[in-house]
C-alpha cells in the first residue's frame, strides 16, 4: 500500500508565502517523478511544477519566479516553497508521485487528498 499525504495549506495575504509537504510512506521501490498540481472551484486540475529522481525541475508558467520544489529522498518527502503568493493561487493542492513498488515493476501514479491554499486580504 502506498500513501501520500499533503500538509501545509492554509489562509494567507497576498504576498505572503506557504511552504506544502507531502509525505510518501508504503511499501515503495523508487520514487520517479513527483509532482504538484492544484484545483480551484469550476477549473481543471493544472499542474504546477515537476521534480525528477535526479532532482532535474520544470515549472508552469504561472509559478514561475515564485515557487520552487525540491525534494528528500532520504524522507520520501517532496516540497513546494510558494512566495509572492496572488489570490488567483487560490485551490487545493495535490501532490503526485510516480511509484514502482517492487524491481522490475510498472510505475504506478498515485495522488494525495490535498491541501486547501487560500490567498486572500
Known amino acids: 500500500q502506498v500513501q501520500l499525504v499533503e500538509s501545509g495549506g492554509g489562509l494567507v495575504q497576498p504576498g505572503g508565502s506557504l511552504r506544502l509537504s507531502c509525505v510518501v510512506s508504503?511499501?515503495?521501490?523508487?520514487?520517479?517523478?513527483i509532482g504538484w498540481y492544484r484545483q480551484a472551484p469550476g477549473k481543471e486540475r493544472e499542474l504546477v511544477a515537476v521534480?525528477?529522481?535526479?532532482?532535474?525541475?520544470n515549472y508552469a508558467d504561472s509559478g514561475k519566479g515564485r515557487f520552487t520544489i525540491s525534494r528528500d529522498n532520504a524522507k520520501n518527502t517532496v516540497y513546494l516553497q510558494m512566495n509572492s503568493l496572488k489570490p488567483e493561487d487560490t485551490a487545493v493542492y495535490y501532490c503526485?508521485?510516480?511509484?514502482?513498488?517492487?524491481?522490475?515493476?510498472?510505475?504506478?501514479?498515485?495522488w494525495g487528498q490535498g491541501t486547501q491554499v487560500t490567498v486572500s486580504s
Open positions: 503526485n508521485a510516480d511509484i514502482a513498488q517492487y524491481y522490475g515493476s510498472r510505475f504506478w501514479g498515485y
Open positions: 508504503g511499501r515503495i521501490f523508487r520514487i520517479n517523478d
Open positions: 521534480i525528477t529522481s535526479g532532482g532535474t525541475t
